[in-house]
Nanobody, 123 residues
Framework: QVNLVESGGGLVQAGGSLRLSCAGS????????MAWFRQAPGKERDFVAV????????YYAGSVKGRFTISKDNAKNTVYLQMNSLKPEDTAVYYC????????????????WGQGTQVTVSS
């Protein structure tokens, strides 16, 4: 069992930065692939980024590549999403998710989810 709690969301102006955190519990947290997804009002949940537990390899959605960075601190059981050069279209609820086996871009492949944190980017 893994519990995930996101934090760090808020209101920021376009061009600004935010860092989201996702704190995980459980002895085996370090062996999970960790991802961030987001869901804007009236839209489906979209993949943002993932980091693999074994090699730390990262993958990003095209819309955030070069602006967002995912990282993981196993000692702190925490995964981060550094978001720079934010745009109004980045406004969404951001969720972290964990999977033992998959690092897919499909949300259905993930076993555990946090409650989400709101990110609002004003123009």
């Amino acid at each position: 069992q893994v519990n995930l709690v996101e934090s760090g969301g808020g209101l920021v102006q376009a061009g600004g930065s935010l860092r989201l955190s996702c704190a995980g519990s459980g002895r085996t947290f370090s062996t999970y692939n960790m991802a961030w997804f987001r869901q804007a009002p009236g839209k489906e949940r979209d993949f943002v980024a993932v980091i693999t537990w074994s090699t730390g390899t990262t993958y990003y959605a095209g819309s955030v590549k070069g602006r967002f960075t995912i990282s993981k601190d196993n000692a702190k059981n925490t995964v981060y999403l550094q978001m720079n050069s934010l745009k109004p279209e980045d406004t969404a609820v951001y969720y972290c998710a964990a999977s033992r086996l998959s690092y897919s871009t499909a949300g259905r492949q993930y076993d555990y989810w946090g409650q989400g944190t709101q990110v609002t980017v004003s123009s």
